[in-house]
T-cell receptor, first 116, second 116 residues
């Protein structure tokens, strides 16, 4: 149980275009979704926290106009990278809190974004 | 100050040997949780083990055990009888408090290489 489905798993886009990444909670309601970014061989850095029906809270240094997060329902949160540039190329992964304390969190499978 | 510190960028171990991955943390919240995740090259985050700040005993899950030393603020992961499939990046992470909107904070990770 507690599965988050993340799509696409990888995407290549041209510089200047926008890319949308979706995370769906399949068998539970995700009130809160966390979005992380990970560069190769580096840590997962929290970008923002999204709550269903309200505006996302962005971490310091993350451009909210560039990384648009929408959490319109309890089962869907989206991250849109607008006007993507090569430096936005990264691995993006979402995570949701689950009730079972021992697991605590469930993660999407991640999206590898390459901007050319 | 870093909340989670993993001082070993890389570790090498032979099959069937035990290995310890270090993790120290910093928090003033009396209630927190510590997690270890495995991230293979595919990018998925695989939950390994959890330790709550009030847990009296060290957590164990199969070949994984967590050496929790609260006074030293350390939460080292011990993998017994290493297998080739254990080669991956390992992250220590912390949740401060119990609120639903609390994201995990990750360390920089340790790359484990298991050889035959």
């Amino acid at each position: 149980g507690a599965v988050v489905s993340q799509h696409p798993s990888w995407v290549i886009c041209k510089s200047g275009t926008s890319v949308k990444i979706e995370c769906r909670s399949l068998d539970f309601q995700a009130t809160t979704m966390f979005w992380y970014r990970q560069f190769p061989k580096q840590s997962l850095m929290l970008m923002a926290t999204s709550n269903e029906g309200s505006k996302a809270t962005y971490e310091q240094g993350v451009e909210k106009d560039k990384f648009l997060i929408n959490h319109a329902s309890l089962t869907l949160s989206t991250l849109t990278v607008t006007s993507a540039h090569p430096e936005d190329s990264s691995f993006y992964i979402c995570s949701a809190r689950v009730r079972i304390a021992s697991e605590g969190y469930t993660f999407g499978s991640g999206t590898r974004l390459t901007v050319v | 100050a870093q909340k989670i510190t993993q001082t070993q960028p890389g570790m090498f171990v032979q099959e069937k040997e035990a290995v310890t991955l270090d993790c120290t943390y910093d928090t003033s919240d009396p209630s927190y949780g510590l997690f270890w995740y495995k991230q293979p090259s595919s990018g998925e985050m695989i939950f390994l083990i959890y330790q709550g700040s009030y847990d009296q005993q060290n957590a164990t899950e199969g070949r994984y055990s967590l050496n929790f030393q609260k006074a030293r603020k350390s939460a080292n992961l011990v993998i017994s009888a290493s297998q080739l499939g254990d080669s991956a990046m390992y992250f220590c992470a912390m949740r401060e408090g119990h609120q639903a909107g609390t994201a995990l904070i990750f360390g920089k990770g340790t790359t484990l290489s298991v050889s035959s």
